[in-house]
């Protein structure tokens, strides 16, 4: 089992979807599952509308990618959602992150799961507590 964290648009400066995402899906198919919170979907969609209204990604790579994405057919897990104003809020606090990076971590953390992340403070955090990180 993995968990998979958005793609962060400073990761994606300069570079071309659906090509970027490709990688990142053929190593995360290989897994049994993927595991996100709720927030993951809302972010990935977010992130891929900015991408192309700011002209960093071609009209229509948005649709690609999301389709892509979509066939990971990810596992849902809700409790960092209603876990926000306590467990969540904590990692939050104890790692100098935002509530919506330390749902992430802290879903990694009570599954016992690796988290896959290029975003650098997320990175450090997951690695303090312990987590295994997937590049």
Same mark, same amino acid.
């Given at each position: 089992m993995i968990? #998979?964290?958005?793609?962060?648009?400073?990761e994606l400066r300069g570079q071309r979807l659906p090509r970027e995402l490709q990688k990142p899906i053929?190593?995360? /198919?290989?897994w049994r599952s993927?595991?996100?919170p709720s927030l993951w979907f809302l972010e990935i969609a977010n992130t #891929?509308?900015?991408?192309?209204? /700011?002209?960093?990604i071609p009209a229509g790579h948005r649709r690609k990618a999301l389709a892509e994405l979509a066939k #990971?057919? %990810?596992?849902? *897990? *809700?409790? %960092?959602a209603v876990s926000a104003f306590t467990a969540v809020s904590d990692v939050a606090e104890k790692y100098g992150l935002s509530v919506? *990076?330390?749902?992430?971590?802290?879903l990694a953390l009570r599954r016992?799961?690796? #988290?896959?992340?290029?975003d650098q403070p997320l990175v450090e955090a997951a690695k303090k507590a312990g987590v295994l990180v997937i590049p």
């Amino acid at each position: 089992m993995i968990l #998979l964290l958005p793609i962060r648009p400073s990761e994606l400066r300069g570079q071309r979807l659906p090509r970027e995402l490709q990688k990142p899906i053929s190593c995360l /198919t290989a897994w049994r599952s993927v595991v996100v919170p709720s927030l993951w979907f809302l972010e990935i969609a977010n992130t #891929l509308l900015k991408l192309e209204r /700011t002209r960093r990604i071609p009209a229509g790579h948005r649709r690609k990618a999301l389709a892509e994405l979509a066939k #990971l057919s %990810p596992q849902v *897990d *809700d409790a %960092p959602a209603v876990s926000a104003f306590t467990a969540v809020s904590d990692v939050a606090e104890k790692y100098g992150l935002s509530v919506y *990076d330390a749902a992430f971590l802290e879903l990694a953390l009570r599954r016992g799961v690796p #988290l896959a992340s290029r975003d650098q403070p997320l990175v450090e955090a997951a690695k303090k507590a312990g987590v295994l990180v997937i590049p």
